[in-house]
């Protein structure tokens, strides 16, 4: 299974910006796809998640500000972000969790929030 996450770029503070991550290969049912963050010196972090029933749950630093949302038949997960902050800037990976403990994540995609 491989994970390809794309969106990531340059946006000025207060901007938008919209994550995607493209599952691809032998998957075999999706549990949950979610999007991760991780600052340097800092611990990754849950950003996002979103289950096969739909349901969602997010940090609470981005609630109200970021959206995770599913196209099931393209087994892909968009995180929608508005009103960017500098704090925001960190790579963003995307992470699937599969029947039997399988657990998948991309490489990462880049968002810097600057002026």
């Known amino acids: 299974v491989q994970l390809v996450e794309s969106g990531g770029c340059l946006v000025q503070p207060g901007g938008s910006l919209r994550l995607s991550c493209a599952a691809s290969?032998?998957?075999?049912?999706?549990?949950?796809m979610a999007w991760d963050r991780q600052a340097p010196g800092k611990q990754r972090e849950l950003v996002a998640r979103?289950?096969?029933?739909?349901?969602?749950n997010y940090a609470d630093s981005v609630k109200g500000q970021f959206t995770i949302t599913r196209e099931y038949a393209k087994n892909t997960v968009f995180l929608q972000m508005s009103s960017l902050k500098t704090e925001d800037t960190t790579a963003y990976y995307c992470?699937?969790?599969?029947?039997?403990?399988?657990?998948?994540w991309g490489k990462g995609t880049l968002v810097t929030v600057s002026s």
């Open positions: 290969g032998s998957i075999f049912g999706v549990y949950e």
């Open positions: 992470y699937l969790r599969g029947p039997y403990g399988t657990e998948y």
């Open positions: 979103i289950t096969a029933g739909g349901r969602t």
